[in-house]
T-cell receptor, first 113, second 115 residues
Framework: KQEVTQIPAALSVPEGENLVLNCSFTDSAIYNLQWFRQDPGKGLTSLLLIQSSQREQTSGRLNASLDKSSGRSTLYIAASQPGDSATYLCAVSVYSSASKIIFGSGTRLSIRP | KAGVTQTPRYLIKTRGQQVTLSCSPISGHRSVSWYQQTPGQGLQFLFEYFSETQRNKGNFPGRFSGRQFSNSRSEMNVSTLELGDSALYLC??????????????FGNGTRLTVT
């Protein structure tokens, strides 16, 4: 059974720092991995999608990596800003008789001005 | 382009009642999936529809059902509501089925409270 873990559950850093969020999964049989952000009371916003055949994806100040063999993904945020404060979730789409998506519990990120 | 629209935004229901939630996907998106988000269980997959057919289903009881119309709009129905059904229900749309190359685009959800 696929499990997705995100550690730490919460992180607070000063503005301007570069930071890394972690996501681990137990089964490497995945189609893709996605990173999302969720603001309080809102839905999820897709940040990056990495296909299983890819190693990384970049968008602006964000870079996500995928290492299927070790069951790990990282989301790197450069030059953090207060507007980056949100909960970040990773999710894997898994092989099964009915393709599903499994979410981590998220990392709540707070950027201090 | 308009985003994913979910209605209503908030709902309060009583145990034993039923409820229907609505989701309008981004124009051109044929996949609509539904999720339940609670503080205790996190975000869990309910089901996915593509071209009016349910393609995938998560581990939820049969009280949770859905459908998709020819214009890709989708509805989710929960019958015989229980207190534990209180949650934020999110819908997402995509160009492809989950697992494809297209990301999920989420609505802002329907907050359901069961009393």
């Amino acid at each position: 059974k696929q499990e997705v873990t995100q550690i730490p559950a919460a992180l607070s850093v000063p503005e301007g720092e570069n930071l890394v969020l972690n996501c681990s999964f137990t089964d490497s049989a995945i189609y893709n991995l996605q990173w999302f952000r969720q603001d309080p009371g809102k839905g999820l916003t897709s940040l990056l999608l990495i296909q299983s055949s890819q190693r990384e994806q970049t968008s602006g100040r964000l870079n996500a990596s995928l290492d299927k063999s070790s069951g790990r993904s990282t989301l790197y945020i450069a030059a953090s800003q207060p507007g980056d404060s949100a909960t970040y979730l990773c999710a894997v789409s898994v092989y099964s008789s009915a393709s599903k998506i499994i979410f981590g519990s998220g990392t709540r990120l707070s950027i201090r001005p | 382009k308009a985003g994913v629209t979910q209605t209503p935004r908030y709902l309060i229901k009583t145990r034993g009642q039923q409820v229907t939630l609505s989701c309008s996907p981004i124009s051109g998106h044929r996949s609509v999936s539904w999720y339940q988000q609670t503080p205790g269980q996190g975000l869990q997959f309910l089901f996915e529809y593509f071209s009016e057919t349910q393609r995938n289903k998560g581990n939820f009881p049969g009280r949770f059902s859905g459908r998709q119309f020819s214009n890709s709009r989708s509805e989710m129905n929960v019958s015989t509501l229980e207190l534990g059904d209180s949650a934020l229900y999110l819908c997402a749309s995509s160009l492809s089925l989950t697992g494809g190359s297209s990301p999920l685009h989420f609505g802002n959800g329907t907050r359901l409270t069961v009393t």
